[in-house]
Structure formats: C-alpha cells, structure tokens
C-alpha cells in the first residue's frame, strides 16, 4: 500500500494543507456550494493563516495523507472532551477509491486508542450525500442536524 500519516507542523507542510484545501474544496464544492461561499470557506478555514491560527488557538493538528506521489489529501483533527472531532477529511479526486480515506480512519482510531478517547465525531454538509454514505459506511450515524451561520450570509 505505502500510505503516509504525517504530522504537518512546519510552515511550508501547513502551507501544503492550505494548497490542497483550495484545491480540493474548489473541485469537490463546486455542485453543492456557490463559488462565492467556496472562496469564503477556503479562506476563513483553509487558508494557511487560517489553519495556525487553529492550531495555535484551538489546539488542532493536521496531518498530510501520502499516496506515494506525495501529499494527495489532508485530515484536520482536535480533541473535545474525552472524544476526536473529525474536523476535515479531504482527499485529491485521482487518489480517491484507493483505500486513502480507511488508511486515515485508520490512524485516527489508533489515535483515539493511545489518547483514551472513547469515540471520533464529526459535522458534514446535509447536501454532501456522497461524504455522508461513506461516513455511514464506516458506522458513524446521524445523532443530529442543524443549520449553522458561518458569517456573510452563508450557512
């Protein structure tokens, strides 16, 4: 397989997630969200001073998913309570269907196991039915919905 979990702490690996994020987010929002809150969303959570000031301030950690051709996908992790809140998974649409996004889930488990946590939750789009099968897929069920402003008008 030759999958890798890696830490992204320096300056230039968090600017890899931010790369990636724009990348990524611009491809695989661009039927479910309008351009305009795309750009908006990239920016207040993705960009790169976006993600040190979550990892500074609320204790986030990133990690860059390796396929063997280099950094394919990224996952944002933060610890709430004695659970993991699964904040971002994102892979690039080629390395997707290879088993990266397991791989991943993977490592958050033994993640959740050598920090005692009792369970990794997370918050998707309503309108993401392809994320949420897979999150399904997986055993994560649906304990509640909402409809949250993120500011500019967007939801």
Known sequence: MGYRWSLACTPEQIGTVAALAARIWTEHYSGLLSDGQIAYMVEKFQSQEALLRQIEEDGYRY???DAGEGPVGYAGLQVTGERLFLSKLY???????????SFALERMEELCRR??????WLTVNKQNESSIAVYKAWGFAVTDTQTADIGEGYV
């Open 115 to 120: 920090e005692r946590l009792s369970a990794i």
């Open 91 to 101: 892979i690039e649409k080629t390395a997707r269907g290879r088993g990266l996004a």
């Open 63 to 65: 990690f860059l998913l």
